[in-house]
């Protein structure tokens, strides 16, 4: 019945129009996250019927399909956009870890809970993410809009609303930056944190009015066409999750209003998304087919009203083109607004963009990450105007008013045993762009790492490193003059204090210089017949440093592709010398590796270690000890998988690790690992570097949970016949 009447209830004014002026079509697109992809498929039907819109209002998500369609892209462009970005991603402000400070791919990486510090009180955050990305990406897609600042300028004239977070008021958002906002407008609670614009702070456009018909009929619209994918307010059996609590309490008074505004709406189409939730984005083509289906059943309506518009839009000679957002141009002039405490070396050392650089949208999207890495920043947004010899490239900057979080961990292994971390972060102590980190690990071994560093960008930086490291583990011994002892119960204490210099490239690449000062007691329970004491070592020790390091791996935890290195040499110059017998000596040590995929779901990852003394080293503690398999051990322990913590020990050593691994579902992961080594005092005094090989196997599962990996290994090794199960929990620290 609905549908048979329809035609005829459009044609009564269609005839007034036929014989008066050319009618105002208006489009309205409301809110709903995820469902408003079913907008997409309503513009496809507009668009096959020759239906030509003269204003677009939207709200949240039908405000980004609204503003994209405004500035010309067709449906099928806003289609592609669409499929193409992975919006789980985008939402949670992940960045690849390219884009990731070298500092923090360092110190960072290992916490599973951020909690904001606000003027010394612990807070919570204002949302899952700040929405950098979601802006990137609308700032990209819509740069062809860059300059335009009155949206009625658009090729099709364009509002969009927000919400007032202090008054609880619509705002309509009509001028300004496009990119920002719709990223206003889509500013779901707790989902995406508000947007500053013109002194208010908004939230989504649909906690107030989330189907904008009153101000699209003010708008002298003789026609208005609204798209609606509201849903229902839920019973309590299907509100099982935050973001169904926050959906619920905003929809109470956006369906209240939705009778009135339905009477307002000459076409009114509700798709079928009843089923979908605002995060259903994963069901982006289903959605999209919802809409175009309820848009085919006003197919007649659309091109009767089509037929009276005698005078079409000029279409403009060049078309919008996604391919042009990785097209270069020539950057001939940068400005920063908005920066305060951080100064334009720091700002342009992280986007490590230049006057005179070539430089596509893409690449810009690129850049941002790698500031908004950093953490620094609130929103960072930028936009391109062409100019008489270039094009000028501006960044609009809101600095983060937050300079300290709180960050906890979790962590078990065998040698440290339960571990909890509680890391304190805090930049601008001193300068503006210094940085301050504080780990304290509690648990059965109390430890800290303390590192204050100050980043000058292009320049070199410099900083101090403190720790404390302390562990009890019984290791094997084997020494014919003590046969009756097979092994001793080790206190081991490091206590490191050092100052550097580093200078960072690309963040993939440091190289520093430091001076040391370090105290190691290592003592058994044990009374050893070698020395007829307990104590190994209780001195303190001078050295003087320098390091190489790389690190292009996209995952600190199972990467599947990029290349690591980390190559120290250490001068030990001065030592209190507790067993009076110490001379100066130098030691190096290195670490290399890659990762590489293959078969889709197989990686296979190579580990390369060795280290050596130049010169005869008489205290046990530096030489190199390999066993176990833990990632967090410091000074010369060395990993082995099939021999127990600290099994083997020598002046010198090269070892090999192969793993394989298989992802057969996501963060799920069996691996089959083999390694080799070699100790001796001179390990590279001659060639035959493969007599008298240790070897090692183990194969395990592993899953990549949000507290870090869980592993259960079973390691062996034929050498000794001996094998031994291994696990791990959380992040390593």
């Not at 007034?16 to 309503?42: D, E, M, N, Y």
């Not at 947007?195 to 939230?203: A, M, R």
Request: aromatic content about 14%; proline content about 3%; glycine content about 8%.
């Amino acid at each position: 019945m609905k549908k048979i009447f329809l035609p005829i209830l459009i044609c009564i004014p269609l005839l007034l129009f036929s014989q008066q002026k050319q009618p105002k079509v208006g489009l309205v697109l409301s809110g709903g996250g995820a469902k408003g992809f079913a907008h997409i498929g309503v513009l496809k039907e507009i668009e096959k019927a020759g239906l030509q819109i003269d204003y677009i209002g939207g709200t949240s998500m039908g405000a980004i399909v609204g503003g994209l369609y405004a500035i010309g892209y067709s449906a099928d462009q806003i289609e592609e956009i669409i499929v193409e970005t992975d919006f789980s991603t985008l939402i949670q402000d992940i960045n690849s870890r390219e884009s990731e400070s070298f500092f923090e791919k360092e110190y960072g990486e290992k916490h599973f809970i951020t909690l904001p510090v606000y003027k010394g009180k612990i807070g919570l955050p204002s949302a899952i993410s700040k929405g950098q990305n979601v802006l990137n990406l609308l700032s990209s897609v819509l740069s062809p809009s860059h300059g335009t600042t009155n949206f009625s300028n658009f090729k099709i004239p364009f509002f969009c609303i927000g919400t007032d977070i202090e008054t609880g008021e619509a705002v309509v958002l009509q001028k300004g930056s496009l990119p920002l906002s719709l990223r206003a407008s889509g500013s779901f609670p707790t989902l995406l944190s508000p947007v500053e614009i013109d002194g208010k702070l908004l939230i989504d456009g649909g906690v107030a009015n989330n189907f904008p018909v009153k101000l699209m009929k003010a708008k002298g619209m003789d026609f208005i066409i609204g798209v609606d994918v509201q849903g229902k307010l839920n019973k309590k059996g299907k509100i099982r999750s935050a973001i169904n609590i926050i959906n619920q309490i905003v929809s109470y008074q956006m369906y209240g209003k939705l009778e009135e505004d339905k009477k307002l709406v000459d076409i009114y189409m509700h798709p079928d998304v009843l089923n979908y939730t605002v995060i259903d984005f994963e069901s982006g083509k289903e959605i999209l087919q919802k809409g175009q289906d309820v848009a085919s059943e006003h197919a007649e309506a659309f091109k009767k009203i089509a037929a009276l518009q005698k005078v079409k839009r000029k279409e403009e000679s060049k078309k919008l083109n996604l391919k042009d957002l990785s097209k270069k141009f020539k950057v001939t002039d940068i400005k920063l607004f908005g920066n305060e405490k951080y100064t334009r070396a720091f700002i342009l050392g992280k986007l490590n963009i230049l006057e005179g650089d070539s430089i596509s949208h893409k690449v810009i999207v690129e850049k941002i990450a790698n500031l908004s890495s950093t953490n620094n920043f609130e929103r960072i947004l930028y936009y391109v105007e062409p100019t008489k010899t270039g094009n000028r490239l501006t960044f609009s900057i809101q600095e983060s008013d937050l300079n300290a979080n709180l960050r906890i961990g979790l962590h078990y292994d065998y040698l440290y045993k339960s571990s909890i971390l509680a890391n304190y972060n805090h930049k601008g102590v001193l300068t503006k762009n210094d940085m301050l980190a504080l780990d304290l690990i509690l648990g059965d071994n109390l430890r800290y790492n303390f590192t204050y560093f100050v980043d000058n960008g292009f320049y070199t930086s410099f900083g101090f490193r403190s720790r404390y490291n302390h562990f009890r583990s019984q290791v094997p011994y084997d020494n014919p003059s003590s046969p009756n002892i097979s092994s001793v119960n080790l206190r081991y204490s490091d206590f490191t204090n050092e100052v550097f210099l580093q200078t960072t490239f690309g963040r993939r690449f440091a190289i520093g210089i430091g001076a040391e000062v370090k105290r190691i007691e290592a003592k058994t329970e044990n009374i050893i017949p070698i020395n007829n004491s307990n104590i190994s070592d209780d001195s303190f020790y001078f050295n003087t440093s320098g390091y190489l390091k790389l690190d292009t791996y996209n995952k600190k935890y199972f990467p599947t592709k990029g290349v690591f290195a980390d190559l120290g040499f250490k001068w030990y110059l001065f030592s209190s010398d507790f067993s009076d017998n110490f001379e100066r000596y130098a030691q190096a040590k290195g670490k290399i590796g890659f990762a590489t995929s293959f078969w889709n779901k197989f990686t296979f990852q190579y580990t390369g270690e060795a280290g050596f003394s130049l010169d005869q080293v008489e205290s046990g503690v530096f030489d190199f000890y390999l066993g176990g398999n833990n990632q967090n051990y410091i000074n010369n322990f060395v990993s082995l998988y099939g021999y127990e913590f600290a099994a083997l020990g020598d002046d010198s050593f090269v070892k090999s690790e192969f793993n394989v691994r298989y992802q057969f579902l996501p963060k799920h992961y069996f691996s089959v690992i083999a390694n080799y080594a070699r100790l001796d005092d001179n390990v590279f005094k001659n060639i035959d570097l493969f007599k008298n090989i240790k070897s090692g196997y183990a194969v395990g599962y592993s899953y990549n949970s949000f507290i870090g990996p869980i592993e259960l290994k079973y390691a062996w090794t034929p050498d000794i016949n001996k094998s031994t199960w291994l696990f791990n929990l959380g992040f390593w620290f």
